[in-house]
């Protein structure tokens, strides 16, 4: 490929598309400000956590009554704002993860699986208890899916839970796969890139981008603590890996591209002519929704697919 970088403002006059751009290898792509949109919450209520599942967004919300606070999991109309609530009554929550049939929850020791139609409790994982047996979790904080796993990190552990073992007659007992132990420090998120888990780890307000190598399959070795790690600014708050590209949300700096040593290559700080304050946010196929600091309206991009031309 002869143009190999391009300025994001003038990519419009090199580009041609196509199709099947998708499927070419010599795709890349950038994001285009979209409309956003003005989440109807109430004035108590924050997001806390995002995902998505076939194009739907999934937030997780919490509402604080005087000195009172509550969690609940709703469901956004991208087209006007509104928000259904679908599970309620939920302790706090750390983070959600959707696959084709449960909307997974963390909530303190466990994590919750609800099925995804019809929003009602079908299995738990965990057995309550705060220890390293029977089943056992301590606090959970960060979840990730893979075709075929769940991952859980918990304040000690990283463990791998087999999806086809997520089943209600497994409540409370689903087995885990594979664990490994890891350095401990609140997480907020976890992802999967270019065959690496990186993980985004908190310890006394010194944060840093953990990684661990991943083998051919697709796991991490169990006697593997840390491979390495990078520290990294405080305003960040969670990664995300889209289209073999790293992303980070910098809170009032915006969103971050990094590079492969986790240096922010790429900044948006602007999204409408107003200052990006990104917290939690998540890309579907063709979108990126990202939720800001303060109040309810969610910054959308639209991801536009570009072939580079050769020179």
């Given at each position: 490929m002869g143009c190999t970088k391009v300025n994001e403002e003038i990519v419009e006059n090199i580009i041609e598309k196509y199709p099947k751009a998708v499927e070419e290898n010599s795709v890349s792509y950038y994001l285009e400000e979209d409309k956003p949109i003005l989440a109807l919450k109430k004035s108590d209520q924050r997001f806390?956590?995002?995902?998505?599942?076939?194009?739907?967004?999934?937030?997780?919300?919490?509402?604080?009554t005087e000195d009172k606070k509550s969690y609940s999991i709703q469901k956004l109309d991208t087209q006007n704002g509104n928000l259904t609530q679908i599970i309620a009554d939920l302790s706090h929550i750390k983070d959600i993860a959707i696959s084709d049939k449960f909307i997974f929850v963390t909530q303190n020791k466990t994590v919750r699986a609800y099925n995804k139609n019809t929003y009602e409790l079908e299995v738990i994982i965990g057995n309550?208890?705060?220890?390293?047996?029977?089943?056992?979790?301590?606090?959970?904080?960060?979840?990730?899916?893979?075709?075929?796993h769940l991952l859980v990190r918990d304040e000690k552990r990283i463990r791998f839970f087999n999806l086809a073992d997520i089943t209600a007659s497994n409540t409370k007992k689903v087995p885990t796969f594979l664990k490994t132990e890891v350095y401990s420090g609140n997480v907020s998120s976890i992802t999967i890139h270019n065959n690496k888990l990186f993980m985004l780890r908190d310890l006394n307000g010194n944060k840093t981008i953990d990684f661990f190598d991943l083998n051919e399959n697709g796991f991490i070795s169990e006697n593997q603590l840390r491979t390495n790690f990078f520290s990294v600014a405080s305003y960040q708050e969670q990664l995300f890996s889209f289209r073999n590209h790293l992303y980070s949300s910098l809170k009032e700096k915006g969103l971050g591209k990094l590079d492969e040593k986790a240096n922010i290559e790429h900044q948006y700080k602007y999204h409408n002519n107003k200052l990006l304050q990104a917290q939690r946010f998540v890309f579907t196929q063709d979108k990126l929704y990202i939720t800001n600091q303060n109040g309810?309206?969610?910054?959308v991009f639209k991801v536009k697919d570009i072939v580079y031309r050769k020179y």
């Open positions: 806390i956590a995002i995902s998505q599942y076939d194009n739907s967004i999934f937030l997780g919300v919490e509402t604080t309550g208890n705060q220890n390293d047996q029977n089943f056992g979790m301590f606090n959970t904080q960060a979840l990730f899916l893979t075709n075929s309810g309206e969610i910054s």
